[in-house]
């Protein structure tokens, strides 16, 4: 997902890296998100979601790319 042309646009526009822009439009669903890192400065990046705030729009073309349950697996059926 985070090549994703519409990501990697809006990380553009906001000047933030496709990571976050991820990061916050789960965010902005109400979602949970767990982002797993050992950098050091994508730890940093992974907090610094809450200084941008995405357009109805733009949450709406990141919810387009939904691929449904193809895309993933259920954490509860399926374990960690």
């Known amino acids: 997902m985070l090549r ?5 646009e809006i990380a ?3 000047g933030r890296t ?3 822009v ?8 109400g979602l ?6 050992a950098d050091s400065v994508r730890l940093g990046q992974n907090l ?9 729009d733009e ?8 691929r449904g349950d193809a895309a993933g697996a259920d954490s509860d059926a399926f374990g960690h």
């Open 59 to 66: 949450v709406a073309s990141l919810s387009a790319l939904d």
């Open 48 to 56: 610094d979601i809450f200084g941008f705030e995405l357009s109805a």
């Open 22 to 29: 991820v990061l916050r439009w789960h965010m902005e669903l």
């Open 18 to 20: 496709a990571a976050q």
């Open 32 to 37: 949970t998100a767990v982002p797993k890192s």
């Open 12 to 14: 553009e526009r906001h």
């Open 4 to 8: 994703e042309p519409v990501v990697v």
